[in-house]
């Protein structure tokens, strides 16, 4: 069973465009919220998380929005740049323990 | 901070070779590693949680005797593909957590391929 659900699957943006990509999760237990950017053939790297008491957290160009209610979160990229080219991943976790992380999303930004 | 290293970045053996490879926390100590396997364009699929001094915990349907996990000190843990065959072929990453804190940080992956 997916914990949590990602979409979309792939996103192409122009450049200077917003970049949004969606996740939701079903279990209220959970605390943590991150998202982390891959470049192939590289580890993800953390890019900004937020915790279930806030519901939006911005660090640059990356905002995370995040609704309690509806088990929903959402990555924003403000003025995507080609170098954003990445997959992006959510993720979930409760009280430190492992992550759940979502299936995904290949996001290209065109020049 | 919140280095993570890990090592051999690619390794290419034949069948029946068993492979190392390491995770290192460089600037912090971490009570608990993570190991998980990716196949191309998919998702990171957890493998094991690995605890300092402790049995590493396994996931349901990932061969504890295929895939040892040894976490010896604070800021080292192994995994050893014992007996590696082609359909072992993938890419392994770990990463650790610094103890009471949330974020995990990645090594930056090895490649497996296995002739």
């Known amino acids: 069973q997916q914990q949590v659900k990602q979409s979309p699957q792939s996103l192409i943006v122009q450049k200077g465009g917003i970049s949004i990509i969606n996740c939701a999760y079903e279990?209220?237990?959970?605390?943590?919220f991150p998202w982390y950017q891959q470049f192939p053939g590289k580890g993800p790297a953390l890019l900004i998380a937020?915790?279930?008491?806030?519901s939006e957290k911005k660090e640059g160009r990356f905002t995370i929005s995040f609704n309690k209610s509806a088990k929903q979160f959402s990555l924003h990229i403000m003025d995507s740049q080609p170098g954003d080219s990445a997959t992006y991943f959510c993720a979930a976790s409760k009280e430190g323990n492992q992550f759940y992380f979502g299936t995904g999303t290949s996001l290209t930004v065109i020049p | 901070g919140a280095v993570v290293s890990q090592h051999p970045s690619w390794v290419i053996c034949k069948s029946g070779t068993s492979v190392k490879i390491e995770c290192r926390s460089l600037?912090?100590?971490?009570?608990?590693m993570f190991w998980y396997r990716q196949f191309p364009k998919q998702s990171l699929m957890l493998m094991a949680t690995s605890n300092e001094g402790s049995k590493a915990t396994y996931e349901q349907g990932v061969e504890k005797d295929k895939f040892l996990i040894n976490h010896a000190s604070l800021t080292l843990s192994t995994l050893t593909v014992t007996s590696a065959h082609p359909e072992d072929s993938s890419f392994y990453i770990c990463?650790?957590?610094?103890?009471?804190?949330?974020?995990?940080?990645f090594g930056d992956g090895t490649r497996l391929s296995i002739l």
């Open positions: 990463s650790a957590r610094l103890p009471g804190a949330q974020p995990q940080h």
């Open positions: 279990n209220t237990a959970f605390d943590y």
């Open positions: 937020i915790r279930p008491d806030v």
């Open positions: 600037d912090f100590q971490a009570t608990t």
